[in-house]
């Protein structure tokens, strides 16, 4: 089994900046890929920003510009670094994990989510 364990939510005002952090452990032979998902209420979860081994980066077109993702293989922890963020950012972020075993089988993990929330 895979545990990821996320934080760094919170309330931040409109323009702030915010850093998600997000840990793998556990059962982990290879990581594929690393990423974050968000749901606002009343929408559907919706990629923010995903980073696939060996692969381009790719960022949903409204955090283009504002969003980074990054990752530490020797950690297996990502991280999504936000700034000048905006009252559409306000949802729950996931991080979610694409893990290989030997066999080259995928399977996907999902964080707890963490509550990012901006307002003035």
């Known amino acids: 089994q895979v545990q990821l364990v996320e934080s760094g939510g919170g309330l931040v005002q409109p323009g702030g900046s915010l850093r998600l952090s997000c840990a793998a452990s556990?059962?982990?032979?290879?990581?594929?890929?690393m990423g974050w998902y968000r749901q606002a209420p009343g929408k559907q979860r919706e990629l923010v920003a995903a980073?696939?081994?060996?692969?381009?980066?790719n960022y949903a077109n409204s955090v283009k510009g504002r969003f980074t993702i990054s990752r530490d293989n020797a950690k297996n922890t990502v991280y999504l670094q936000m700034t000048s963020l905006k009252p559409e950012d306000t949802a729950v972020y996931y991080c979610?994990?694409?893990?290989?075993?030997?066999?080259?089988?995928?399977?996907?993990?999902w964080g707890q989510g963490t509550q990012v929330t901006v307002s003035s």
């Open positions: 980073m696939p081994r060996g692969g381009s980066t």
């Open positions: 979610n994990v694409v893990v290989e075993n030997s066999w080259r089988v995928r399977n996907d993990y």
């Open positions: 556990g059962s982990i032979f290879s990581i594929y890929a």
